[in-house]
């Protein structure tokens, strides 16, 4: 989230205000982050939110991240509590870390309406990244984004949003009017027309990647349907990674069929420092994900490294964070029957049989 708190730090903020029932102005969020972990010095450079994590984000092959903002000028914005907006001239936030792919269809693309969304999918154009799961109309919105890994091969990422994840009915993409990727269920007449859809495209030697925003923001319970979807998704529709997303923590991993289920990334970045509420799932505590697939697309390694929010930077948690984490994490990995274990002080390995 690079909107509303964090977009008041950068270069070009937008207008802070706010339409939320008690806050008001987009900088109430940045004093509670400096309240609780002192002052920022603003503005802020564009590599600053990576923190020290920026070239090693940088050294992977395809840099996918679920962008849950809209780069817009818009003041028309939906009236649903809280909107996240990034101002289009801080998209170098996003191009400093060499971003590959933003996957849109979440519940704040079209925070300021179908023009916010417009001009998130230009500004994103403009500067080469590409985006899936939202678009100008349905046949846009599903339409893979394509990254070519060198002489490796492409990876194609398929982006779907959910009802459950807080996306109104109304922000679905059809033959005339913008919107996002929206799942009409978890039926086998989805999973068919995902297969469709993926048969499309889909080469030898390509890598699929199913990016989907579904459930609450809070809770480690993982629903039976979207376990039998990622598995439908893996066993008909020839996907390789399950990229799962919207709980604001981090959620068990699973390895089916030797291919990878995250079935929440968690938060790498939020503007959540100084809310109350929620504490115990330490949402300001994250990773970052790096997958390794071979040619059949099944998998080699899953790697973690942990981070920290911290005065809207990414950084380094202490090592009782990091206790913590390996332990709240492989909790919840276990009833996939996988664990992860340390292959270095920053570094978690995911284990499976």
Sequence with gaps: MTGRGVDQILPHPSHPMLYE?????????????????????RPVTYNYLWGDKLQQIREADARIINLETSITYSEH???????????????????????????????HIMDWGQEGLLETLETLEEVGIACCGAGRDRKEAETPAVVQVGKKGRVLVFSFGTTSSGISHGWKATE??????????????????????ITKYKQPGDVAIASIHWGGNWGYDIPKAHRQFAHDLIDFARVDIVHGHSSHHFLGIEVYQRKAIIYGCGDL??????????????????????????ALGQLVSLQMVPTEVKKFQI??????????????????CKQFGTTVEWADKDTLNLEWT
């Design 315 to 332: 950084t380094r948690p202490n090592k009782k964070n990091r206790a913590r984490m390996q332990k709240v994490l492989s909790r919840e």
């Design 21 to 41: 029932s008690y806050v008001k102005d987009a900088r109430h969020y940045v004093e509670l982050a400096e309240k609780v972990n002192g002052p920022i010095d």
């Design 176 to 197: 005339n009017r913008p919107g996002v990727n929206l799942l009409n269920d978890f039926s086998m007449e989805t999973i068919k027309r995902i297969s469709r859809l």
């Design 269 to 294: 970045l939020n503007d959540y420092e100084g809310i109350a509420g929620h504490e115990s799932y330490k949402a300001h505590l994250g990773f970052l994900y790096f997958v390794k697939v071979d």
């Design 77 to 107: 914005f939906a009236d649903k509590g809280i909107n996240y907006r990034m101002h289009p001239e801080n998209i170098p936030c996003l191009t400093v870390a060499h971003i590959d792919c933003c996957v849109l269809a979440n519940n």
